[in-house]
């Protein structure tokens, strides 16, 4: 787990734009703008798993509208309230 990043992101507050690049699990490396405490489409049904237990982070993508999963051990680069972390 990668606790900087981990606090990086608990640091960066609710609705706050933050861009993150990633490596996604087919190994093609994406860059997200996200956002986290967003309730826009949440019918309060909740996860079939614990995204934590799996070092999973769930965010706002603000490009394709919608909610995705961070994995917090695949960051490459991550930058929000004028801090940055590059890998």
């Known amino acids: 787990m990668n606790t900087i990043v981990e606090n990086l992101i ?3 507050s609710n609705k706050r734009i933050f861009n993150v690049t990633f490596v996604k699990k087919d190994g093609s490396i994406r ?3 996200a ?3 967003v309730r826009k489409g949440v019918t309060g049904v909740g996860l079939a798993f614990n ?3 799996k070092n999973l982070l769930s965010v706002y993508d603000m490009q394709a509208k919608g909610f995705r999963f961070v994995n917090l ?3 490459i680069c ?3 309230n004028r801090k940055k972390f590059v890998k």
């Open 78 to 80: 991550f930058s929000a």
């Open 73 to 75: 051990n695949d960051v």
């Open 10 to 12: 608990k640091e960066t």
């Open 51 to 53: 995204p934590s237990e």
């Open 31 to 33: 860059k997200m703008s």
């Open 35 to 37: 956002m986290r405490g």
